[in-house]
């Protein structure tokens, strides 16, 4: 089993390895009375330095046939465990997890509290006047949903304070209701701007993301040098250094499916300005006219076929975040 990127797999003197580490949270998934491949697939994502690894590659890894990981992933995906991503010139499924994936899981469990507590709503109003037991358990349902909604929130906050207390980064922006919470938004389409005060010379918000860069070669595959070359004679004027960084961001955003808040602070630009850049570059009509510029390179042959078609996926992506 490929368990390490870089090659040997490394063994403690106890024999414990990363081919363990897998086998062990399978096993503990499937005890807990989840699935087995569920908690495998989650491990060896854990483990691995791949930034995305496809699903062929998770069949080969795990030993299984491919619709087995097909049916894990989705469930993983749903319950907001695993990331689809989406690789320029693929069309395989890749999946990743967020560094912090637990957090992100009680932040995807509250969207499934949201939904519990309205169908239990919706079932309400088909009750008669005179159905008292079932509008008991109805109701019951509902303030449930609210009641571990509310512990979400709190569990929440509590993890980034302890995140902060013991060193380690939380996660760059609060998850849908703590954010709605402190700007009076909503998450995808709100403003993610923050106060002025929390600003560098590029107009970034500072907290640990102005220092930090992407990955190069991540950074070349999401944004490719003739993609770019293009894409800053398309965008409006800035007198953002960072602007590539900015545009890498919001591409990954674009591409992967996540929210603005999901956004890795490996980037080395903060949710609210990644968003604030994308709607930006939106209204401007920025997509519409690198789409155009980099049709116009690809017709006279000085960009190849391949970023041609990842420029058109990612400005699909833009359009259908800009209208949803």
Sequence with gaps: MPADTSGATTHTP????RETFVEE?????EAAGSGRMDGRIIAYLLITDIPYVSSGELARALRVSPGSISLATRR???AGFLKRHAVPGERSHYFRVDDDVWGSFLAGERSFLDREERLAEQALTLLGPEEEAP??????????MRYIRGGHHKLLRGWREYQEQHGQHPAPAAP???TSARTGTGTDGGDYGGSGDDRDGDGDETRGFSTQSPNPALAGRLVPDALWAVAEDALPPSPSKKERQAFTAVVYVLTSGCGWQQLPAHFGVS???AHRRFTGWTK???WRRWHEAVEQERASGRCDARDAAWCALVTEAATARATS
């Design 284 to 286: 401007e009509d920025a």
């Design 271 to 273: 949710p609210a300005t």
């Design 25 to 29: 949270m399978g096993l503990l998934w």
């Design 14 to 17: 106890e024999g414990w390895d």
């Design 176 to 178: 849908a209701e703590e």
């Design 76 to 78: 993983l995906t749903e």
């Design 135 to 144: 509008r008991r358990r109805l109701r019951n349902m509902r303030d449930y």
